[in-house]
C-alpha cells in the first residue's frame, strides 16, 4: 500500500461490503453501535439473549442494510461456537466482531454470592475471549479484520459494590492487550471501547439515586450523563480502515471523567 498523505481517503471510514457482530446488539448501547455500523455501510449479525428485535431490525433495515439476528447464551462454549458457524452460513466473511453483550450484579462485597461472581464472568469475560478467539481464526484466513471489546471505566477504576463487573472489565482490557500483541501482524487490530457514565439500564440504579448521580456529575467535566450517540462514532472508528495503525488501545468515551 502506498502509505502517501494524498492517498488518504474519507472511504477510510466507510463500512461499504463489511459484515459486523455486534452481541448484545438489540438495545441500548449495543443497538447504538448495531445501527452506526450500519450506517456506516456494514451488514449486521446481532447476537441477543431474547427475541426482542423488531425496533432494531426496523433500524438498521432504514439504511439499506441487511441484519440477521441470532438468539444465544454466550455463558455456554457451544452456543458461541455455534454464532460464528451460523454467521459464516448467512454471509460467507466476518470483518469486524463487538463484544458488547455484558451484565452486572450489585452487592456489597462481604455479602456477594459465589453465583453472582460467575455468572457477569461467564458473560463479560470468558464469553469475550472465546468469540474473539473463534471470530480471529476467521479474520486471520481472511487476511485482516477488527475485534472491538467493550470494557468501561472500572477498567480503570475498582467501584463499589459491583467486584466481579470491575474484576471482568480489568480483564477485558488486558485480554485486547493480549490478543492485539499476537495479531497485530497479520492485519488484525483489537481493540476496546470504555464508556463512561451513560444513561442506559445498566445505570438506571444509579442515575436514580440523587445522591450519587450529583456526585457522578460533579466529576464529569461534561456535566452531563452520556447517551449511547456519544460512543457510536469511536466503534465505527475502530471498525473501519481509518484505524488501521490503532491497536491494543482502551479509548475512554467518558466526558473527561478520566482526568478530573
Known amino acids: 500500500m502506498d502509505f502517501s498523505i494524498q492517498n488518504f481517503s474519507m472511504d477510510f471510514f466507510k463500512l461499504d461490503g463489511k459484515v459486523a457482530i455486534v452481541t448484545g446488539g438489540n438495545t441500548g448501547l ?19 439473549y431474547d427475541t426482542n428485535w423488531e425496533e432494531t431490525k426496523q433500524l438498521i433495515e432504514a439504511e439499506g442494510r441487511r441484519v440477521e439476528f441470532f438468539q444465544a447464551d454466550l455463558s455456554k462454549r457451544e452456543c458461541i461456537t455455534a454464532v460464528v458457524e451460523r454467521c459464516l452460513e448467512v454471509y460467507e466473511r466476518i470483518d469486524v466482531l463487538v463484544n458488547n453483550a455484558g451484565t452486572i450484579r450489585r452487592a456489597p462485597l462481604l455479602e456477594y454470592k459465589d453465583e453472582d461472581w460467575k455468572a457477569v464472568l461467564d458473560i463479560n469475560l470468558n464469553a469475550v475471549y472465546y468469540l474473539s478467539q473463534d471470530v480471529a481464526n476467521v479474520m486471520v484466513k481472511q487476511g485482516g479484520g477488527k475485534i472491538i471489546n467493550i470494557a468501561s471505566m472500572l477498567a480503570f477504576q475498582g467501584g463499589k459494590f459491583v467486584p466481579s463487573y470491575t474484576a471482568s472489565k480489568h480483564g477485558v482490557a488486558g485480554i485486547t492487550k493480549a490478543f492485539a500483541n499476537e495479531l497485530g501482524d497479520k492485519n488484525v487490530q483489537i481493540n476496546a471501547v470504555a464508556p463512561g457514565y451513560i444513561a442506559t439500564n445498566n445505570t438506571a440504579p444509579i442515575r436514580a439515586d440523587e445522591g450519587r448521580s450529583s456526585e457522578i456529575l460533579s466529576r464529569i467535566p461534561a456535566g452531563r450523563w452520556g447517551h449511547p450517540f456519544d460512543v457510536i462514532g469511536a466503534v465505527v472508528f475502530l471498525a473501519g480502515r481509518a484505524s488501521d495503525y490503532v491497536n491494543g488501545h482502551i479509548l475512554a468515551v467518558d466526558g473527561g471523567w478520566l482526568v478530573r
Open 30 to 48: 449495543g443497538q447504538g453501535y448495531a445501527v452506526g455500523l450500519a450506517k456506516a455501510g456494514a451488514d449486521l449479525f446481532i447476537v441477543t
